[in-house]
């Protein structure tokens, strides 16, 4: 198929994951992982996203995950968690992870994806939905930048891992 023609459309599906979902929920990850050039940092197990997204007991899901059909195969994902804005005063919608395999690009489920969360948001009273893409990725920046979205160039994104968090969280004030 060449780069300007149509495909053929698809009955496109969007569902909340389940527990039974976590063997394809890691193997998105590792995916995304690959596409984004940073499997090596990947730690995530069934374990522990069974753990994180769906507990037994204790604490509530850190995050909850939809999972995108393409004529009732699973060919995406997203990955969520509301957060917090206090200059809003309201409750947003942060977007961890986002991926549709390369083969089913184009059908539009990356789209139905972001709708759905969209929706989400709207329906909990959010006041906004944030997410990050890496800077090379021109492809999805641009997907986003159609989509109404903003780029927010004034910010940068800081992170604490390993030692230097473990290091901070045992410091003395």
Do not use: H
Request: include cysteine; aromatic fraction near 12%; hydrophobic fraction near 45%.
């Amino acid at each position: 198929m060449s780069s300007g023609e149509a495909k053929i459309p698809k009955k496109i599906a969007i569902r909340e994951a389940t527990v039974a979902d976590v063997p394809l929920i890691l193997f998105f990850v590792r995916e995304l992982a690959i596409y984004e050039k940073l499997f090596e940092d990947v730690e995530a197990t069934e374990e522990s996203l069974k753990a994180t997204l769906f507990p037994d007991s204790g604490p509530p899901a850190v995050a909850k995950v939809l999972i995108g059909e393409l004529d009732g195969k699973p060919e995406g994902f997203a990955v969520y968690f509301f957060n917090y804005s206090t200059f809003l005063s309201m409750n947003g919608i942060f977007l961890e992870d986002l991926f549709v395999k390369p083969a089913s690009r184009g059908y539009g489920l990356g789209k139905a994806l972001l709708l759905a969360l969209a929706k989400i948001a709207v329906d909990r009273g959010c006041g906004r939905m944030d997410w990050s893409v890496l800077d090379w990725n021109k492809p999805s920046i641009e997907f986003y930048k159609a989509l109404g979205a903003v780029a927010m160039d004034d910010w940068t994104t800081f992170r604490l891992t390993g030692d230097a968090l473990a290091k901070l969280g045992r410091a003395q004030t």
